[in-house]
């Protein structure tokens, strides 16, 4: 059977609406996939092969109804997500006449005439609360940037939130009860309304107590007013005639999160834990998230204009439950896009990461192939496992029926189930055998994007390799890390430094040039920082801990910004002032000065070593690269070779590893920090093993708790006990202190990152342990096993095996 289904099968909701947009119809009769799968799927969905062609697709279908609509009414979204949406917009409008983009347009079947979007009216989506319009991070900034300035747009025909005036207006003067003035009901800055940012919602529906909260319930009241009249600006303008958005990891859409109702409009509203912690990066922290609220435009907004076309962009495994729901469950405010449904015009566009979960594509992928192998049928069959609550050697033919999936594999492998149960647990336990084994005389390079990415991924692993002798381990960090630092965390350790400065420690390792000595001896003196944070964690005295990292921020400041170190400390306690003048008046989120940057940095790579030295590893095994395509802007730049693998190449050179690990992510929202880095690995890679043609090299594919593998995506499956669980956490919680309290969090727990990892691993011994059987585990002969309560999944590969998983992660990311 095709992928494809002949038009007559589908609904007449399918064939009226493809005949609508052109632009849609390239696009389905281009893709692998239908656009509907009705009844199952209840909106049209769209497959596209990657990141960049998401962004293309989404910039054409705007341009088509903008050709048709050129006065009318359009929502566009910020962040990330609309990058090459933006880039083609521009592109096509900047490079209309040229045979290029003359021949994309025949393509895509928009009409002869050059779009212009000047007649068009922009409509905000939403905007955090409150927040200056002259913040870098603010929405309203980024529509000013990216859309009014970017497209051409008419500022005067914008519906914008500028939330740092909304509910600011002076009332009529009143008087008190002694007759004078209440000059306290007016206010002229959003900071003396809300101290720091705090909106408390519950003024709504209480008496307020104060001077304070009745100012602040008088605004509150006028903000809710701003927002009747907003939508009602809306409605009056006929509704919005196109909008393009995200979806949240709770399926959100706008700021309308899991739970709304699908009639809702323009409001001021919280955040739930799950959408807090993804803006926790727009906002420099969670702490700055929740203390703010939102202004949003309702999901009855969005749906008022029957006509709209609503285009919701999704790319990257990490979308694919948020998608499936929102494309195949009925309506319920469980499902925030399923509110979409009542629109003929609206159109999931997504990527083929993002559609792994959509049950009819599945199978009709399945069935398209013309045998499945080994893999195939360990992903199904274990699938249907975990979902019936059976062990492998448990599943009956009944089972199998009551699966699509499982009935259109079990019968292209022309085996009996048992056979294929019997394949599939022996594979299991062969790769829990695998991950149980210990390695002796090897170099190990592992490799991270950021500071916690091995510890998260596979520290279970490096652990059991760490305690034989004769193996050498080596951790290199690709970037930097500054931007997951918060400027409340330098504040307290300037504390410490300030104190650490006055102290008589100070006076003597100043006289001894602890500060100042260079080559082997400046060497020691960092690994002696390392090790005085690490007694005081040993001896539980917080005192020597904080002496050890003001040593090393100590050491920093006067690397970067050039202070010397003298007994008197005057210079170095004047930049601890001017430090701190700089945290306290930089709102969350701001984008730092390099040298800001760089110290930010070097905590977290102290940090880093104080991990490692927790098993015995210290400097120079431990390599700090700050690869130069992480910056703090929104779009950074790609890798290259000079710049980012040069430096992983000169390491291999130095090390001569066995083992290189790599995080090897699956297709994400884009080229982010993982992927890069994995690109930059890789090209040092390959270059290493064309030089040297190594016997030996192999690479261990590992990944955090941002993305899981699957077990049949996998070679190695690693054992994980209590005892492991326990020493992780506690070396995160002790080492990583900026991460501490989790500033920058998982959306899917509230707590560190440790806590995610335990889940993680915790989960992945339930699938197995399933699939297994609770006996094979705690009745096993080995203790290893028998104590097993976690499992860490890692895929091992060849230098070719990895050249080509990146290249086809590269095709599926970067090549529109």
């Given at each position: ?369 013309g045998s499945v192998d080994a893999q195939v049928v360990e992903r199904v ?179 970067i910004y050039g202070d010397s170190a003298d007994v008197e400390a005057s ?111 890789t090209a040092a890679i390959e270059q290493y093993a064309d030089e040297e ?124």
């Open positions: 059977m095709a992928l494809k289904r002949k038009l007559e099968e589908t609904d007449a909701k399918f064939s009226e609406d493809v005949a609508t947009s052109e632009v849609e119809r390239h696009l389905a009769a281009s893709s692998a996939f239908d656009k509907l799968y009705a009844p199952r799927e209840k909106i049209n969905t769209i497959v596209v092969d990657n990141f960049p062609a998401l962004g293309k697709a989404a910039a054409f279908r705007f341009l088509e109804w903008a050709q048709a609509n050129p006065q009318g009414v359009c929502s566009l979204p910020t962040g990330k997500t609309p990058e090459y949406f933006i880039k083609w917009v521009q592109r096509v409008l900047r490079e209309w006449s040229t045979p290029a983009i003359q021949e994309e347009v025949r393509r895509f079947g928009l009409q002869p005439t050059k779009p212009n979007l000047e007649g068009l009216t922009f409509v905000q989506i939403d905007e955090f609360y409150p927040i200056s319009p002259e913040q870098h991070n603010s929405f309203h900034h980024y529509v000013m940037e990216y859309y009014i300035k970017g497209f051409g747009l008419d500022p005067n025909k914008a519906l914008l939130m500028d939330c740092s005036k909304i509910g600011l207006g002076r009332q009529e003067q009143r008087f008190g009860i002694t007759g004078e003035p209440e000059d306290h009901l007016n206010a002229d800055k959003m900071e003396d309304v809300w101290p720091g940012g705090q909106v408390d919602l519950t003024l709504r529906m209480r008496e307020p107590t104060t001077r304070l909260e009745r100012l602040q319930q008088r605004v509150l009241r006028q903000v809710d007013q701003w927002c009747s009249e907003y939508e009602a600006k809306i409605r009056a303008l006929g509704g919005i005639g196109f909008i393009m958005g995200g979806i949240g990891p709770d399926g959100h859409v706008a700021f309308n999160c899991q739970g709304c109702d699908h009639h809702s409009t323009t409001r001021l509203d919280q955040l739930n834990y799950a959408s807090q912690a993804a803006a926790a990066g727009d906002l420099g922290g969670i702490d700055a998230v929740r203390r703010r609220k939102v202004i949003t435009i309702g999901l009855g907004t969005i749906t008022y204009n029957s006509e709209c076309v609503a285009i919701i962009c999704a790319a990257g495994e990490a979308k694919a439950k948020v998608v499936r729901e929102a494309v195949e469950e009925a309506p319920h405010v469980n499902f925030p896009a399923t509110a979409l449904h009542k629109l003929p015009r609206a159109c999931f566009f997504v990527t083929a990461g993002a559609a792994k979960l959509l049950s009819e594509r599945q199978l009709i992928a399945l069935q398209k192939l069959l274990v699938d249907l496992s975990v979902r019936s609550r059976k062990k492998l050697v448990d599943l009956t033919s009944e089972d199998v029926a009551a699966c699509k999936l499982a009935s259109c594999v079990v019968g292209k492998a022309g085996k009996p189930l048992a056979d294929l149960a019997a394949m599939v647990r022996d594979s299991l336990i062969a790769k829990i055998e695998k991950g149980s084994h210990v390695h002796v005389d090897k170099k190990f390079l592992h490799t991270e994007p950021h500071h916690d990415d091995i510890m998260l991924g596979y520290l279970p692993a490096v652990l059991r390799n760490t305690r034989v002798a004769s193996n050498e381990h080596h951790f290199v960090c690709g970037t930097s890390g500054f931007n997951s630092v918060s400027n409340k965390h330098m504040l307290m350790l300037l504390d410490r430094v300030e104190k650490f400065l006055k102290s008589p420690t100070w006076r003597r390792l100043c006289s001894a040039g602890y500060f100042s000595a260079t080559g082997e001896a400046a060497l020691d003196f960092r690994r002696r920082d390392v090790w005085k944070f690490l007694d005081g964690i040993a001896a539980a005295d917080h005192e020597l801990r904080d002496e050890g990292s003001a040593r090393r921020l100590v050491f920093n400041i006067c690397d210079a170095l306690l004047d930049r601890v002032q001017q430090l701190r003048a700089y945290f306290n008046r930089q709102y969350s989120g701001q984008k730092d000065v390099t040298e800001v940057q760089t110290l930010k940095g070097s905590c977290r790579e102290f940090e880093a070593e104080c991990v490692w030295g927790y098993i015995g590893w210290q400097l120079p095994n431990i390599s700090h690269l700050r690869l130069g395509f992480y910056t703090a802007d929104i779009f950074a730049p790609e890798p290259t070779h000079q710049r980012d693998v040069m430096p992983i190449l000169k390491l291999m050179r130095d090390i001569k590893p066995n083992v290189v690990s790599v995080a090897l992510d699956p297709e994400a929202s884009g080229p982010d920090t993982h992927y890069k880095v994995l690109q930059a690995a043609k190594p016997e030996d090299l192999t690479v261990w594919g590992y990944r955090n708790v941002w993305f899981r593998f699957e077990p049949h995506e996998v070679s190695t499956i690693v054992p994980v006990s209590l005892q492991t669980i326990s020493t992780l956490n506690h070396m995160f919680l002790s080492a990583f202190e900026s991460q501490r309290d989790a500033e920058f969090p998982a959306y899917e727990i509230q707590g560190p990152f440790c806590d995610m990892s335990q889940r993680v691993q915790v989960q992945q011994y339930d699938m197995i342990e399933t699939c297994l059987g609770y006996e094979w585990f705690h009745k096993h002969p080995s203790p290893l096993i028998r104590a097993t309560r976690g499992l860490v999944f890692l895929r091992e590969m060849s230098v070719v095996e990895l050249l080509r998983e990146s290249r086809a992660l590269r095709k599926q990311t970067e090549n529109a």
